[in-house]
């Protein structure tokens, strides 16, 4: 406690006597309350069963239901009645009325021993009848000779009468209720007379205090209000001229740091460009634009990974352009290095933007084709072959180029693909060159 602000110990010291009071008070009135309202209903339920029970022991003893639903219908008239059934000691049902909870051998125990049994919502009295007992007693409301005497009679059946608290139970809560609100208003009144002191005492305080916590929170602009007085006045004027030092040198910190995250922020922009050139320039061949063939390579491991863990086709195809060293012999390594750059623009013109195009070396180029049979790889194998068959080259003309196409089978690897590619592309050329041919196996 000793920790605690002022304004806390002044309020505790204050309140805590008035709160513990009001609410021993009003748990007090509220138990009471309860209790009476919950002994009056089972009182009165007692009563009418106890009432019952010796009335409806002719119409048990003659077996003249019609009498007994009668009884049952008039108590049923009374307040809060849910339900009121006459068996006999076999628990058959002589008469009923209303809409009971199911009668089990415990309801009948409870009959004979004086218990009240408790429903859905609601309250099971129950007595038996005996005969020629024209005072059943089985909620202790007479004497131990008189009980005596019941024990001794002949037992006919039993009485049992179901009270719905949903009456009770609402009163309780608007009697809980009503007690709550008072003691919550008296207790609110001893509060804010216990809070108005404590202001008038600690309020200057309070205000030094909460600057202190709002500059340690980074709001250094914070300024308090320098009026009480004294002392403490003193204190307030002493706290703004140290927030306002505190704020100078703050700004200047942040002026020193903006400049400097903006130099971080160029340096870092840089290095991401020039590690994007690197990627670019790690994974694209200089001439032609496409991949190289070491990003080839990584792109057949990833298919091949993908087609053993989830069973996709994919293919490729060797291209190799057709007697390319007569054109470097006869026009020059410039002309033949557009030729090469043309070629790879026809193959990226001509497939799906999934597939994967790239130089393989020399005058060889590689096509991946992603989720692709080896049936739609021919296809489009030819396809780009009647296309650079077509394509009228600057300076040579017309040039061709022979396709070896092999598709990926389990368990494969990529070495034996590409074996099965440089195979098909070896017949290509061997018959006669500008064709597409595929190795299976």
């Avoid at 005969?131 to 009980?147: C, H, I, M, P």
């Avoid at 195009?357 to 049979?373: A, K, P, Q």
């Avoid at 099965?420 to 592309?425: E, I, K």
Wanted: with cysteine; charged share 25%; aromatic share 6%.
């Amino acid at each position: 406690m000793k920790n605690w602000q002022l304004s806390k110990r002044i309020l505790f010291i204050a309140l805590v006597p008035v709160w513990a009071i009001m609410i021993l008070l009003t748990v007090l009135v509220v138990v009471v309350g309860i209790t009476e309202i919950d002994g009056a209903l089972k009182a009165r339920g007692a009563l009418i069963t106890r009432h019952l029970a010796p009335a409806c022991e002719y119409g048990v003893f003659s077996g003249n239901r019609e009498v007994l639903q009668s009884m049952a219908q008039a108590i049923m008239k009374e307040d809060d009645s849910q339900a009121v059934i006459i068996t006999d000691t076999e628990r058959h049902i002589l008469a009923i009325s209303g809409k009971p909870d199911v009668l089990t051998a415990d309801h009948q125990r409870a009959a004979m021993e004086g218990r009240i049994s408790k429903g859905k919502g609601s309250l099971i009295f129950g007595a038996p009848i005996y005969q020629g007992n024209t005072e059943g007693d089985a909620f202790d409301l007479f004497d131990s000779t008189t009980k005596e005497r019941a024990e001794k009679a002949k037992l006919l059946g039993y009485v049992y009468l179901e009270l719905s608290t949903a009456s009770s139970q609402r009163s309780k809560n608007l009697f809980a209720i009503v007690s709550l609100l008072i003691g919550i208003i008296g207790t609110a009144f001893a509060s804010v007379l216990a809070l108005r002191m404590s202001n008038d005492l600690t309020r200057p305080l309070s205000r030094l205090i909460d600057g202190v916590h709002r500059m340690a929170q980074g709001e250094f602009s914070t300024r308090i209000l320098a009026n009480s007085g004294g002392e403490i006045q003193e204190l307030e004027d002493g706290f703004n001229k140290m927030a306002s030092e505190i704020q100078r040198s703050h700004d200047e910190m942040l002026e020193v740091n903006t400049n400097l995250e903006k130099l971080v922020g160029e340096r870092t922009r840089q290095l991401e460009l020039k590690n994007q050139d690197l990627e670019y320039l790690s994974n694209t061949d200089r001439l032609t634009g496409l991949y190289n063939r070491f990003k080839l390579e990584t792109i057949l491991d990833e298919e091949h990974l993908r087609s053993q863990r989830y069973g996709s086709d994919f293919a490729l195809t060797i291209i190799d352009v057709d007697k390319f060293k007569s054109v470097n012999d006869t026009y020059g390594h410039q002309v033949g290095d557009q030729v090469l750059i043309s070629i790879g623009k026809i193959l990226q013109k001509n497939v799906r933007s999934s597939d994967a195009v790239g130089r393989w070396g020399g005058e060889e180029f590689i096509v991946i084709f992603r989720e692709t049979t080896a049936e739609d790889a021919i296809a489009v194998a030819e396809e780009l072959r009647a296309a650079i068959e077509a394509y009228e080259f600057e300076t040579i003309g017309k040039r061709t180029a022979s396709f070896g196409v092999a598709a990926h089978h389990h368990p494969d690897n990529i070495s034996e693909m590409i074996r099965r590619a440089d195979n098909a592309l070896y017949m290509a050329k061997h018959n006669g060159r500008n064709r597409v041919e595929y190795k299976k196996d």
